[in-house]
């Protein structure tokens, strides 16, 4: 009970001060994260963001506020992939980084919705659901998503539970597994203590407001091929309307191909121009903490110096990837750049077959051109991984 009521007189501190805050958010526009919310879009748009390959929808419908739901962009490096749909307990803005407080807050004064509020055993409020019917062509639908909250790390444990779920013909298949039981996705069960491999926590190094997030997951559920089935995507509060939760979906994931699985590039080496060296060196990943990696390139006739810090799309068929990303020219920031490499020898130790090649291709801010190699040809190696 002393607990309890502690953590009560905490949370009405924390709803003042976000309010006091709210006053002084005239900050610079630095964040990632942008957002367009449904007081500018409709209900269909965030469903035909969501649609990917293999599935139709209609019968789109939005239950909730206005402003706690749309789309988001740029957040690549934060939610680890650039745009989607975003569904709060709050407000869609309020989602938008740096981590600037420990409790943003939107109280829309909404109900819960009954299924989250038996799912999660607490009473819901604010909740914001998105429903649609959908005629995929196979028997299982796929998407990628991202849980955030500012009820981390405070009331992870408590009765604050705020809980999201996407049910597909009225079962819900956003769970994670606990000990052999599947059970819906939450602040108690996925943090430090709890599933902690899917828990990414976010002291102000992530450029989203969300104290604690997941990593990116992959819903699958069965559906029925060539017929209409229902999805309903709910998140809501737990106990109080206050501290903002939001789950972040991919564009263009909701989809019957499942998606890509893990993959790496490694390597470098040099790149001879017809009047001098180029060498580069790079690393690129994607698991199941998303997307990241560097380049190095170094062109050794005018001294110029490329470093790619970010990656913001990456793909690879068979032994070739290409990926994209920003970085700095001359230690200058604005930078994007396209980088193509084609592994056409099995391991640096055979020397048979062609070398690999390597295209890189560098932008100003503007998209103009301002660096690339005329030769592609690698001395040395590059290898092209995907499980
Ligand atoms: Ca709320
Ligand atoms: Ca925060
Ligand atoms: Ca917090
Ligand atoms: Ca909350």
């Known amino acids: 009970m002393h607990s309890f009521m502690h953590q009560n007189s905490w949370r009405a501190a924390a709803v003042l001060s976000a309010v006091a805050a709210l ?21 269909n748009d965030l469903a035909s963001t969501l649609l990917g390959a293999g599935v139709t929808a209609s019968n789109v419908t939005y239950t909730g506020a206005p ?16 745009t989607g749909v975003i569904l709060t307990s709050g407000s869609a803005a309020g989602a938008m980084g740096p981590n600037s407080l420990p409790n943003t807050t939107t109280a829309n004064g909404l109900a819960g919705d009954a299924d989250l509020t038996a799912l999660s055993s607490v009473p819901t409020r604010d909740a914001s659901v998105l429903e649609f019917d959908f005629t995929p062509n196979a028997d299982t639908v796929y998407f990628e998503y991202v849980f955030g909250s500012e009820e981390y790390l405070e009331f992870v444990g408590s009765d604050f539970n705020d809980s999201f779920a996407f049910f597909v013909n009225g079962v819900n298949y956003a769970t994670v597994d606990n000990g052999g039981v599947l059970e819906p996705i939450t602040i ?13 926590d976010n002291p102000g190094t992530l450029n989203v407001e969300y104290d604690g997030l997941t990593t990116v997951l992959t819903f699958m559920a069965p559906v029925n091929t060539g017929v209409p ?22 564009a263009g994931s909701f989809s019957t191909t499942p998606p890509a699985g893990p993959a790496k590039v490694t390597g470098g080496g040099k790149v001879a121009q017809s009047d001098g060296d180029v060498t580069l060196g790079t690393q690129v990943i994607r698991d199941e903490q998303g997307l990241r990696g560097n380049l190095q390139v170094n062109d050794h006739r005018n001294g110029a110096r490329f470093h790619g810090h970010s990656v913001d799309s990456f793909s690879v068929t068979g032994s070739t990837a290409t990926w994209t990303g920003q970085g700095r020219l001359d230690g200058a920031d ?15 130790s055979a020397k048979k077959g062609s070398a690999d090649t390597v295209q890189i291709v560098i932008r100003d801010a ?12 690698l001395w040395g190696n590059v290898t092209v991984h995907q499980e």
């Open 366 to 377: 503007g998209g103009a051109i301002v660096w690339e190699n005329a030769s592609l040809d």
């Open 229 to 250: 089935n229902h999805i309903k995507l709910a998140i809501a509060d737990g106990s109080d309307e206050v501290l903002d939760s939001g789950v972040f979906l991919k």
């Open 23 to 43: 006053s002084l958010s005239a900050l610079p526009a630095q964040a990632v994260t942008s957002t367009v919310d449904l007081t500018t879009l409709t209900p």
């Open 67 to 82: 402003v706690a739901s749309g789309t988001f962009s740029g957040g690549a490096a934060s939610v680890g992939f650039d």
């Open 334 to 348: 604005g930078y994007t750049f396209t980088a193509t490499v084609a592994d056409n020898r099995q391991g640096n």
């Open 188 to 200: 108690n069960n996925i943090n430090p203590g709890s599933n902690a491999s899917l828990y990414v």
